[in-house]
């Protein structure tokens, strides 16, 4: 099992940059594919981005693509998600998640294996 603690939220204006931090313990992290999830109350969790362990493979969702960045840092055991550009629905609670099958990227909730507590970023308009 693997623990993760998120780091980084707040809140921002719209337009604006924040950046989430993710640090893992408990297992290998650097094969491990990584992701991020947001929730809204009322909402299921959906799918952001994901990472592969060596960084080769990334995927955004649709509603993020060109705003948002996701990097790792394997040597900090720490994944990043960076998000540009933000806009008032980017508002939601953050989760950091490991992969259930170590290589597979998380695309989905089933797909994880481990959830951070998750970090709450609010945009302001």
């Known amino acids: 099992q693997v623990q993760l603690v998120e780091t980084g939220g707040g809140l921002v204006q719209a337009g604006g940059s924040l950046r989430l931090s993710c640090a893992a313990s408990?297992?290998?992290?650097?094969?491990?594919?990584m992701g991020w999830f947001r929730q809204t109350p009322g909402k299921e969790r959906e799918f952001v981005a994901g990472?592969?362990?060596?960084?080769?493979?990334?995927r955004f969702a649709d509603s993020v693509k060109g705003r948002f960045t996701v990097s790792r840092d394997n040597a900090k055991n720490t994944v990043y998600l960076q998000m540009n550009t933000v806009k008032p629905e980017d508002t939601a609670v953050y989760y950091c998640?490991?992969?259930?099958?170590?290589?597979?990227?998380?695309?989905?909730?089933?797909?994880?294996?481990?959830w951070g507590q998750g970090t709450q970023v609010t945009v302001s308009s």
């Open positions: 998640a490991a992969a259930r099958v170590t290589f597979v990227l998380p695309l989905s909730p089933p797909m994880v294996g481990s």
């Open positions: 408990g297992r290998p992290f650097s094969s491990a594919a």
């Open positions: 990472i592969t362990g060596n960084g080769g493979t990334i």
